[in-house]
Nanobody, 122 residues
């Protein structure tokens, strides 16, 4: 089992940057694919980015491609989401997730963190 705790959210002006962190505890973190998802008020949870266990395979949603960067540090049981050029529409609760495949479906992930709020002012 894996426990996930996100941090790094906050309030930022449009065009600014934030770096989200996800700390994992439990066994065999290095065997899990990791994903970041977000959920805005009144909307479905949506895929943001994912990274394979080795870090060699990365996928981004079109809406964040070129602005966000996902990375992981297996030795530290951490995964990160660097968010640049933030837009008001990026406002959401961001959650990290661990699963067996680095896909875009929420059903592919078995473990979820509580989330961290990101607010972008215009």
């Amino acid at each position: 089992q894996v426990q996930l705790v996100e941090s790094g959210g906050g309030l930022v002006q449009a065009g600014g940057s934030l770096r989200l962190s996800c700390a994992a505890s439990g066994r065999a973190f290095f065997t899990y694919s990791m994903g970041w998802f977000r959920q805005a008020p009144g909307k479905e949870r949506e895929f943001v980015a994912s990274v394979s266990p080795s870090g060699n395979s990365i996928v981004y949603a079109d809406s964040v491609k070129g602005r966000f960067t996902i990375s992981r540090a297996n030795v530290a049981n951490m995964v990160y989401l660097q968010m640049n050029s933030l837009k008001p529409e990026d406002k959401a609760v961001y959650s990290c997730a661990a699963g067996g495949t680095s896909g875009w479906r929420t059903s592919e992930y078995d473990y979820w963190g509580q989330g961290t709020q990101v607010t972008v002012s215009s």
